[in-house]
């Protein structure tokens, strides 16, 4: 016969209560506690959901679908104000769902030893909170739920399918496995981990079968035998919603602008897919990542669930070799969990890419989180078996002290992972430096930057009812860099050509050839055009710089504000905080901080800028690895490649290189000559500039390029009838050309 005690195993009144309570104030913890504003590492999505720039890939299309309806609904200022709160109440469940998992799994385990009322009416239900908590004030959730995002949404598919399962095991009727194969298919066209948890249920179930008749749980008889398994109709139930899910997902990447921005086929978006998986399998963790992760978040679980059930089974006391390993997991699981942020020095460090996944990292919590709970309980019980006589029905002293011990030591750990004001601050200032940007900008629709805030700089534009376009002036050469940088131009247009070609080439035209083509556009980077062609600086305010629209009142202005931002920044250097920051945080502000010390460079005011230089450990890296990843880049091209990219970039120094190589092949190359005339054109040494560029007019007679830097070469060496014949001509090719005209006017003014 079934145990009378057993009956207590099925979830009650308090424990759906309790994992409300620590639900709801998780939740209030991470709406009131949490780093205020996006995280840069959200900015990305975010800005495709709210339809500012087009997907890269597939994933997360489900999240996608989500949050593009909030923002086409809402409109992007309310919409990401409501991403906290959204991210906020989602962390919330998945902290419930966390209690209500470990009261399942413990209510299991511990059938397998002596039932006994402390145990089941206090002990169980104390270390599922436990559990919770830890699950609550964990680095990993702490990140992926101040904002809704995608790692969030599949750890709550995945803590939701976990729950169903154990409910069946628990209540039984078939009914209940539909949904969570429907949850598991939904969550396997996200992610291919999630592919693992059918197998996973279906041998736990196998496994475990004869045990849970027996009376595991309440009701068994409501439970089929493995063989009898409605396994045809889950099949296909599964089958069905991963259908539907990669559907929603390529039709919501199309809806967005995914195909067309990436260059793909309609037909070849399904079998990019297997391309999908892999990325996300290689951007969760590199191969160390994935030891150390699998050896501190999931070693231990697997070790305490074989210790667990012959500890509490045992009519001796808890013999001590087992002991010391229940205490070395736990230890380990505790470092998981983000007790010591010194000890995850594979997760959070700002040096490391070790582990990536914010989805993962969230799944090694939850299995430490168990692993805590149940060397907890196991411990628990060895003082209600030997402190606790069968006949008291409360606890003995030992097992009195464990709860307001273990509980001052989880609020602790909460205390402790509450953000602290210096990462608050940082996210302040990026926030408050983003917002003085586009204020600077005045009037313009378009800035040239160097790519490395963008999508927050067009967020903040857009949530303050501003149009602001980033132009990335060192973005690639793929299909999908190309759409970022055309997107603001209308198709056909002489614009959007020239920023196919590349942001350079559209500075070029602007600030050189169209008139008035810099009157809508800011500059924070690129003034080397500007310093070639011997043209005064555009005027420049604290963190952008126009060649017109900007007034001494508002360049003051700018510069007091972009100060007060340095001045915060040499605050947030003295801390010793910086490290509880995110790595993208982190790097943001840095950024920051490089834009700052260029601007004050550019006014003189040189003490500032060394300050913020010598501070900004994360400038020299990203330094070098531009420095690296340009030598790298030109390393892989053929000469004839290398020189086209180096014109297009109007880089002569590194077109000289390359020209040579190919003037060794073919010495009236035209490109070839053209790049080594210009490069001796920039260093003044005329006589050489004009011998290859003349080379360039044997099989390119009518270039107007080449005829107007004659043009400029023969005045300057005083031949001016040729200068204006050269002019000339390069008129009657460019007859629109403000340069060309500016060449001939110029070679008019100075003969005799």
Same mark, same amino acid.
């Given at each position: 016969?079934?145990?009378?005690?057993? &009956?207590?195993?099925?979830?009650?009144?308090?424990?759906?209560?309790?994992?409300?309570?620590?639900?709801?104030?998780?939740?209030?913890?991470?709406?009131?506690?949490? %780093?205020?504003?996006?995280?840069?590492?959200?900015?990305?999505?975010?800005?495709?959901?709210?339809?500012?720039?087009?997907?890269?890939?597939?994933?997360?299309?489900?999240?996608?679908?989500?949050?593009?309806?909030?923002?086409?609904?809402?409109?992007?200022?309310?919409?990401?104000?409501?991403?906290?709160?959204?991210?906020?109440?989602?962390?919330?469940?998945?902290?419930?769902?966390?209690?209500?998992?470990?009261?399942?799994?413990?209510?299991?385990?511990?059938?397998?030893?002596?039932?006994?009322?402390?145990?089941?009416?206090?002990?169980?239900?104390?270390?599922?909170?436990?559990?919770?908590?830890?699950?609550?004030?964990?680095?990993? %959730?702490?990140?992926?739920?101040?904002?809704?995002?995608?790692?969030?949404?599949?750890?709550?598919?995945?803590?939701?399918?976990?729950?169903?399962?154990?409910?069946?095991?628990?209540?039984?009727?078939?009914?209940?496995?539909?949904?969570?194969?429907?949850?598991?298919?939904?969550?396997?066209?996200?992610?291919?981990?999630?592919?693992?948890?059918?197998?996973?249920?279906?041998?736990?179930?196998?496994?475990?079968?004869?045990?849970?008749?027996?009376?595991?749980?309440?009701?068994?008889?409501?439970?089929?035998?493995?063989?009898?398994?409605?396994?045809?109709?889950?099949?296909?139930?599964?089958?069905?919603?991963?259908?539907?899910?990669?559907?929603?997902?390529?039709?919501?990447?199309?809806?967005?602008?995914?195909?067309?921005?990436?260059?793909?086929?309609?037909?070849?978006?399904?079998?990019?897919?297997?391309?999908?998986?892999?990325?996300?399998?290689?951007?969760?963790?590199?191969?160390?990542?994935?030891?150390?992760?699998?050896?501190?978040?999931?070693?231990?679980?697997?070790?305490?669930?074989?210790?667990?059930?012959?500890?509490?089974?045992?009519?001796?006391?808890?013999?001590?070799?087992?002991?010391?390993?229940?205490?070395?997991?736990?230890?380990?699981?505790?470092?998981?969990?983000?007790?010591?942020?010194?000890?995850?020095?594979?997760?959070?460090?700002?040096?490391?890419?070790?582990?990536?996944?914010?989805?993962?990292?969230?799944?090694?919590?939850?299995?430490?989180?168990?692993?805590?709970?149940?060397?907890?309980?196991?411990?628990?019980?060895?003082?209600?078996?030997?402190?606790?006589?069968?006949?008291?029905?409360?606890?003995?002293?030992?097992?009195?002290?464990?709860?307001?011990?273990?509980?001052?030591?989880?609020?602790?750990?909460?205390?402790?992972?509450?953000?602290?004001? %210096?990462?608050?601050?940082?996210?302040?200032?990026?926030?408050?430096?983003?917002?003085?940007? %586009?204020?600077?900008?005045?009037?313009?629709?378009?800035?040239?930057?160097?790519?490395?805030?963008?999508?927050?700089?067009?967020?903040?534009?857009?949530?303050?009812?501003?149009?602001?376009?980033?132009?990335?002036?060192?973005?690639?050469?793929?299909?999908?860099?190309?759409?970022?940088?055309?997107?603001?131009?209308?198709?056909?247009?002489?614009?959007?050509?020239?920023?196919?070609?590349?942001?350079?080439?559209?500075?070029?035209?602007?600030?050189?050839?169209?008139?008035?083509?810099?009157?809508?556009?800011?500059?924070?980077?690129?003034?080397?055009?500007?310093?070639?062609?011997?043209?005064?600086?555009?005027?420049?305010?604290?963190?952008?710089?126009?060649?017109?629209?900007?007034?001494?009142?508002?360049?003051?202005?700018?510069?007091?504000?972009?100060?007060?931002?340095?001045?915060?920044?040499?605050?947030?250097?003295?801390?010793?905080?910086?490290?509880?920051?995110?790595?993208?945080?982190?790097?943001?502000?840095?950024?920051?901080?490089?834009?700052?010390?260029?601007?004050?460079?550019?006014?003189?005011?040189?003490?500032?800028?060394?300050?913020?230089?010598?501070?900004?450990?994360?400038?020299?890296?990203?330094?070098?690895?531009?420095?690296?990843?340009?030598?790298?880049?030109?390393?892989?091209?053929?000469?004839?490649?290398?020189?086209?990219?180096?014109?297009?970039?109007?880089?002569? &120094?590194?077109?000289?290189?390359?020209?040579?190589?190919?003037?060794?092949?073919?010495?009236?190359?035209?490109?070839?000559?053209?790049?080594?005339?210009?490069?001796?054109?920039?260093?003044?040494?005329?006589?050489?500039?004009?011998?290859?560029?003349?080379?360039?007019?044997?099989?390119?007679?009518?270039?107007?390029?080449?005829?107007?830097?004659?043009?400029?070469?023969?005045?300057?060496?005083?031949?001016?009838?040729?200068?204006?014949?050269?002019?000339?001509?390069?008129?009657?090719?460019?007859?629109?050309?403000?340069?060309?005209?500016?060449?001939?006017?110029?070679?008019?003014?100075?003969?005799?």
């Amino acid at each position: 016969m079934r145990d009378a005690t057993i &009956i207590r195993d099925k979830l009650t009144v308090r424990d759906f209560a309790l994992a409300t309570a620590v639900g709801l104030a998780s939740f209030a913890a991470f709406l009131l506690l949490s %780093v205020p504003g996006l995280d840069p590492s959200q900015w990305g999505e975010v800005a495709v959901a709210a339809r500012l720039r087009p997907p890269q890939a597939i994933f997360p299309g489900l999240w996608r679908a989500l949050t593009w309806g909030l923002f086409s609904t809402c409109g992007i200022p309310i919409a990401v104000k409501a991403l906290a709160v959204i991210g906020a109440a989602v962390g919330g469940m998945c902290v419930s769902l966390s209690y209500l998992i470990m009261r399942y799994a413990l209510a299991f385990l511990t059938r397998f030893g002596e039932s006994h009322a402390v145990w089941d009416n206090r002990i169980c239900p104390f270390f599922s909170l436990v559990a919770a908590l830890f699950v609550a004030v964990a680095d990993p %959730v702490w990140r992926i739920a101040q904002t809704f995002s995608p790692e969030e949404l599949r750890l709550f598919m995945l803590l939701l399918a976990v729950f169903l399962w154990l409910r069946w095991l628990s209540c039984g009727n078939d009914w209940r496995l539909y949904p969570l194969v429907t949850i598991v298919g939904f969550m396997s066209a996200e992610t291919p981990f999630a592919f693992l948890l059918p197998p996973l249920f279906i041998f736990g179930y196998f496994r475990y079968w004869r045990r849970i008749v027996d009376g595991v749980f309440v009701e068994p008889e409501k439970l089929p035998d493995p063989d009898q398994l409605p396994r045809w109709r889950m099949f296909f139930l599964f089958l069905g919603s991963l259908g539907l899910a990669v559907w929603l997902n390529a039709s919501v990447f199309t809806a967005l602008g995914g195909v067309s921005a990436n260059g793909w086929h309609m037909n070849d978006i399904y079998f990019r897919y297997g391309a999908g998986y892999w990325r996300v399998l290689a951007g969760a963790s590199t191969l160390a990542g994935w030891a150390l992760g699998l050896g501190f978040g999931l070693f231990p679980l697997v070790v305490v669930l074989r210790l667990f059930p012959t500890s509490i089974g045992d009519d001796r006391p808890l013999r001590f070799q087992r002991g010391v390993v229940l205490v070395f997991v736990c230890a380990l699981a505790v470092m998981q969990c983000g007790a010591f942020p010194a000890a995850c020095f594979w997760s959070f460090m700002k040096d490391s890419v070790a582990v990536n996944s914010g989805f993962l990292l969230s799944f090694y919590v939850l299995c430490s989180s168990a692993t805590i709970a149940f060397v907890g309980a196991a411990f628990a019980f060895e003082c209600q078996r030997v402190y606790l006589p069968d006949s008291i029905a409360r606890p003995g002293l030992k097992l009195r002290a464990l709860v307001p011990v273990l509980a001052i030591g989880v609020f602790a750990l909460a205390a402790a992972h509450v953000p602290k004001a %210096v990462e608050t601050e940082m996210q302040r200032i990026v926030r408050d430096a983003l917002q003085e940007t %586009v204020r600077e900008c005045g009037g313009a629709r378009w800035i040239f930057t160097d790519g490395r805030l963008d999508e927050g700089l067009e967020l903040t534009a857009a949530s303050m009812g501003r149009e602001l376009w980033a132009l990335n002036m060192m973005s690639g050469a793929s299909r999908w860099d190309q759409a970022v940088r055309v997107r603001s131009f209308p198709a056909g247009s002489a614009d959007r050509d020239n920023a196919e070609i590349g942001v350079p080439m559209l500075m070029r035209v602007w600030a050189g050839e169209k008139p008035g083509g810099m009157d809508e556009a800011a500059i924070q980077l690129g003034f080397e055009f500007w310093k070639r062609e011997g043209k005064p600086l555009p005027k420049a305010s604290g963190l952008v710089a126009r060649e017109k629209g900007i007034g001494d009142e508002e360049a003051a202005r700018g510069i007091e504000a972009a100060n007060a931002l340095a001045e915060r920044m040499f605050a947030i250097e003295t801390s010793k905080d910086r490290v509880q920051a995110s790595p993208a945080l982190s790097d943001a502000l840095s950024s920051v901080a490089w834009r700052l010390s260029r601007f004050a460079r550019l006014r003189n005011d040189e003490t500032t800028a060394d300050r913020l230089d010598r501070s900004n450990t994360a400038l020299k890296r990203m330094l070098s690895v531009v420095e690296y990843e340009r030598q790298r880049t030109f390393m892989q091209l053929t000469p004839r490649e290398g020189l086209r990219i180096a014109l297009r970039r109007a880089d002569f &120094i590194e077109a000289r290189r390359y020209a040579a190589a190919v003037l060794r092949s073919d010495e009236e190359d035209p490109e070839a000559n053209f790049g080594m005339g210009m490069s001796y054109l920039r260093e003044d040494r005329m006589q050489d500039a004009e011998f290859y560029l003349r080379r360039c007019l044997i099989r390119r007679p009518d270039e107007p390029a080449v005829l107007n830097n004659l043009s400029i070469i023969c005045r300057k060496g005083r031949r001016y009838d040729e200068a204006e014949e050269l002019a000339r001509h390069a008129l009657k090719m460019l007859p629109d050309s403000p340069e060309v005209r500016q060449t001939l006017k110029d070679a008019l003014d100075k003969a005799p």
